[in-house]
């Protein structure tokens, strides 16, 4: 998902380095001499797994000046004081590209860490662990890649490439067996169409209808063992709606296909992760 050149990725980062620096860092350009070389590492303060090294290159590069030599790999579960990257170069570059390149890696590795927590709890269920469009703005493509580098995948990308009929849609529209005819009838026939649901007598509609996934939303553990019955092989079962790490493999019994846990992105904890000169 994310490859180099990235224009995108490329604008966003100027944007973010406008924001920081704005006309000139006035405490590193009046305390380092324009030609001062230093070395330094980026190093893990505690255990996660890690996703935004290409990016953290990505600033350097940007800002010219720095050599980045990767000592880990996206994906890669790592322990507190291991090195992740080196950097060597013009000192004040390193200065200033400091706080940003550490603020997409942390965020990331922090997406990354929580997904591969909430897979392990799901080990051994055929079930994939998938993300939401609950992002931070402009952040979508960034904070997807993570959830793959921790072991998940990805749901819709944007409203674009998908069809998710949801409670709103099924309010305007009427009903969930309308709402999936209308679908089925306007999107080609490649396109999947998912309905979340949220009473059994809604899933009856939804199978009559033809849909392809059926997301029970908020449901109990016994409502969803129950769904994941009458359902069957009829369509793809997804499960969302509260979903943590502390009870993704209770939910993982209940023999969903799916869970989708927004949790993964809209209020991760970033990972500890620094910056040092030596």
Do not use: C
């Not at 924001?19 to 255990?47: C, F, Y």
């Not at 200065?95 to 897979?119: C, D, H, P, W």
């Amino acid at each position: 998902m994310l490859i180099f050149p990235n224009p995108t990725l490329d604008r966003q980062i100027e944007m973010a380095l406008a924001e920081d620096i704005g006309p000139g860092d006035i405490t590193t350009d009046n305390l380092i001499p324009v030609e001062t070389q230093s070395k330094g590492k980026i190093w893990a303060k505690e255990n996660g797994v890690i996703a935004g090294l290409p990016v953290v290159e990505r600033v350097y590069e940007m800002l010219g000046g720095v050599r980045t030599t990767p000592k880990k790999e996206d994906g890669e579960l790592v322990d507190r004081g291991e090195t992740l990257l080196t950097l060597e170069g013009n000192t004040r570059s390193i200065l200033k590209g400091e706080r940003l390149a550490l603020n997409f890696l942390q965020r990331l590795s922090g997406i990354a860490t929580q997904t591969a927590r909430v897979v392990e709890k799901t080990a051994g269920y055929n079930i994939r662990v998938v993300d939401t469009r609950k992002t931070t703005p402009l952040w979508r493509t960034l904070e997807k890649y993570a959830v793959i580098q921790g072991g998940g995948h990805n749901h819709r990308l944007g409203l674009y490439d998908s069809v998710l009929i949801k409670d709103n849609h099924i309010e305007a529209v009427g009903s969930v067996k309308e709402a999936v005819k209308r679908a089925k009838e306007k999107v080609g026939h490649t396109v999947k169409v998912e309905v979340e649901v949220k009473k059994r007598a809604q899933i009856d509609e939804a199978l009559e209808a033809g849909a392809d996934i059926i997301l029970l939303d908020n449901m109990s553990l016994e409502e969803m063992s129950d769904a994941v019955k009458k359902i069957g092989k009829k369509a793809i079962v997804e499960a969302s709606g509260n979903i943590t790490v502390d009870n993704a493999n209770e939910i993982a019994k209940t023999g969903v296909d799916v869970i989708s846990l927004g949790a993964l992105t809209h209020s991760v904890r970033a990972l500890d992760i620094s910056l040092d000169l030596f």
